[in-house]
């Protein structure tokens, strides 16, 4: 399954690639992520496509879910080690908690540890959206791997560190009166 998670998340990643040069306009970044978070949730097993009123609402929650996950990991780039640390924890953690082995996740974490060591405070280098977007739709494609509610919630709780420094953050700009 992360074999899919990841070729389920390459268009996205390529365009944050192209954005990290020219700068590309939001509403297609935007169109971009949407698909992504379809595709994600889609290829998941905690959802079983029915059309119901309630399936399309959870199903809507879970593709937000996805696109706040992305955009998360794209926002806390900027701090030193922070996404980084936090992203290969989490990556770790869930992938063995769900039981999600791959050559490729070796390859994931390596190269997260490895960058984690230059980008930690003071940092020599960056991730840029490219890197960040790739680990937030891993995560994000994680996330769906879950069986049940309770799981899923267990590995979005992983996150926590870096949901609550955004809310923070958000809560802090809008007080004063800051984009």
């Known amino acids: 399954k992360l074999n899919q998670i990841i070729l389920l998340s390459l268009p996205l990643t390529l365009l944050s690639f192209i954005d990290d040069f020219k700068n590309i306009k939001i509403r ?23 059309f119901t009123p309630i399936g399309l609402v959870i199903f809507s929650f879970l593709i937000l879910i996805s696109m706040t996950t992305i955009n998360m990991s794209n926002f806390m780039d900027g701090l030193d080690g922070m996404l980084a640390g936090c992203m290969l924890l989490i990556i770790m953690t869930s992938s063995i908690y769900l039981n999600l082995t791959s050559p490729i996740l070796f ?12 980008n930690f405070y003071p940092a020599k280098i960056f991730m840029g959206d490219v ?12 996330i769906f791997q879950s069986t049940n509610v309770e799981s899923l919630i267990a590995i979005l709780l992983l996150a926590t560190p870096l949901y609550a420094d955004i809310c923070i953050t958000i809560i802090r700009r809008f007080f004063n009166n800051q984009n």
């Open 107 to 118: 390859v994931i974490l390596g190269s997260v540890f490895c960058f984690f060591i230059f």
């Open 28 to 50: 297609y970044r935007l169109i971009a992520q949407i698909i992504t978070s379809i595709l994600l949730v889609l290829n998941g097993n905690i959802f079983s496509l029915n």
């Open 131 to 142: 890197g960040s977007v790739f680990l937030g739709c891993i995560y994000s494609g994680i």
